[in-house]
């Protein structure tokens, strides 16, 4: 809602209706979008094309630590991995520890993370 807020705030008065039913319009787009592409994401081979690589600047790191999988692999940037639907991307979160982490490691050579990052650079 803040994002909404912004922009009918930068706006005159009389466009807001417009600004707020197409908000909504693609807010339902966007639902519509998901409920269609995350049961493809249930298994790697389906989902993969569905994943990307977005680069933050290092200073995001604290913010998306918490709520998302990504590598800091220099000082200066992070890479977080996204779901890129059509009209948006969203960060993949760890749904849970069993699905992101093995006993070597989330980030070790063979782990599931690091065979997606390095499929994800292929590609």
């Known amino acids: 809602m803040t994002n909404l807020y912004n922009i009918c ?5 009389s466009q807001w209706k417009n600004i707020i039913k197409n908000h909504f319009s693609q807010v339902k787009i966007s639902r519509d ?20 690589l977005r680069i933050y600047p290092i200073d995001y790191k ?10 800091s692999s220099t000082d200066d ?10 009209s948006t991307a969203k960060n993949l979160t ?8 093995d006993h070597k490691g989330v980030h ?16």
Not at 62 to 71: A, R, Y
Request: glycine fraction near 2%.
């Open 77 to 86: 940037y992070i890479s977080v991995v996204v779901i890129d639907f059509p």
């Open 108 to 123: 070790s050579p063979g782990s599931p993370f690091n065979e997606l990052k390095n499929y994800l650079k292929e590609n």
């Open 33 to 52: 979008e998901e409920k269609s592409i995350l049961p493809k994401l249930e298994k790697f081979e389906t989902g993969k094309e569905y994943l990307k």
């Open 62 to 71: 604290d913010q998306i630590s918490k709520s998302s999988i990504f590598e």
């Open 9 to 13: 705030s930068q706006n005159d008065k």
């Open 94 to 101: 760890p749904i849970s520890a069993e699905n992101h982490y």
